[in-house]
T-cell receptor, first 114, second 117 residues
Framework: ETGVTQSPTHLIKTRGQQVTLRCSSQ?????VSWYQQALGQGPQFIFQ???????GRGNFPPRFSGLQFPNYSSELNVNALELDDSALYLC?????????????FGPGTRLTVT | AQTVTQSQPEMSVQEAETVTLSCTYD???????LFWYKQPPSRQMILVIR??????QNATENRFSVNFQKAAKSFSLKISDSQLGDTAMYFC??????????????FGTGTRLKVLA
């Protein structure tokens, strides 16, 4: 069984640029959630995808967008990067949509915006 | 809206001792789940323990146990026989249990635990 993987591990971008972060779900999982974890804070929910459709979104602006592919891997895209976007971005996969189902986290992508 | 509060930003404990991390939450839901996650310095979040709100019995996983007080909306984590490998950031998290909508974690701000040799 393959765990959740994310790429790249680290990324440095300049304000105003665009970035794409990638996530491969754990084998058998069809749901992906993305979280932003600012330094010293708990993760904040960005959005969730289930079977290639967005299934809910947190309090993030539209310049945060995502995709889920038929193999259930996922991308997080951020346009017009701002300094406050510097954070650890976590991807978590799970099976189905049901309360209490554990989400399995990847190691994260550390994004630094200068 | 649900909120999760962890009032202890940092804690330390001697190796082999017992430590309790606090968590309170606020929700109007009756059906929900509570979790404790561990995030070591390597970053990957790992599930420590899970509690279903409809269960009165407190969850236990080896050295880890919880004290779930539903009426008080309190969910503390007890770590017994602390080990150096327990050094990590610990997050308390809430997830609703209804059958529709978005199944997301709502995390607290975390407690940094350091186990001292």
């Amino acid at each position: 069984e393959t765990g959740v993987t994310q790429s790249p591990t680290h990324l440095i971008k300049t304000r105003g640029q665009q970035v794409t972060l990638r996530c491969s779900s754990q084998s058998g999982h069809n749901t992906v959630s993305w979280y932003q974890q600012a330094l010293g804070q708990g993760p904040q929910f960005i959005f969730q995808y289930y079977r290639e459709e967005e299934n809910g979104r947190g309090n993030f602006p539209p310049r945060f967008s995502g995709l889920q592919f038929p193999n259930y891997s996922s991308e997080l895209n951020v346009n017009a990067l701002e300094l406050d976007d510097s954070a650890l971005y976590l991807c978590a996969s799970s099976w189905g949509l049901r309360g209490g189902y554990e989400q399995y986290f990847g190691p994260g992508t550390r994004l630094t915006v200068t | 809206a649900q909120t999760v509060t962890q009032s202890q930003p940092e804690m330390s404990v001697q190796e082999a001792e017992t430590v309790t991390l606090s968590c309170t939450y606020d929700t109007s839901e009756n059906n929900y789940y509570l979790f404790w996650y561990k995030q070591p310095p390597s970053r990957q979040m790992i599930l420590v323990i899970r509690q279903e709100a409809y269960k009165q019995q407190n969850a236990t996983e080896n050295r880890f146990s919880v004290n779930f007080q539903k009426a008080a909306k309190s969910f503390s984590l007890k770590i017994s026989d602390s080990q150096l490998g327990d050094t990590a950031m610990y997050f308390c998290a809430f997830m609703k249990g209804s059958t529709s909508g978005t199944y997301k974690y709502i995390f607290g701000t975390g407690t940094r635990l350091k186990v001292l040799a």
